[in-house]
């Protein structure tokens, strides 16, 4: 009997520390094109995402590439406010704005060349596990054109 309660014991603790983060993206609900004197310089995403549970010391935000990962940007995201989830639960809705070029704005009057960006996203709890989001493995990806 002591041994079957000692294993059940750990075994609900096990499973209790187990359960991680959820993080999902939401989508790209802003996109912001920035030019001067006829050349196209830059693209500014705003990319929505969700985090389960609701919990204080998260931080979170995106990795990104415009150049098919021979550079990579990290980002912040911000937490904008908590929401009632589909189940009943409460979630946490963040934002990352991030911006990218590929090969433009390196010549005056260069016109758009198009790209594009390859992203995903990360959540750290407040013990310092990551948690990430990356489409399964094959990246979230936005066409720039």
Known sequence: MKKALI??????ALTLG??????WFKEVSNRYDYTKYATWLMTQLKINFGVWPVAPGHSAGCVFTDDGWNSVYWQNAQWEYNAQGAYGTWDEHWTVYITASGENGQYM???LVPFNIEFALYLVDQYG?????NNGGMNYSYFID
């Open 7 to 12: 294993f059940a014991l750990t075994t609900a």
């Open 18 to 23: 187990s359960f991680g983060d959820g993080l």
């Open 109 to 111: 009057g260069q016109d």
């Open 129 to 133: 596990n990551w948690y990430w989001d």
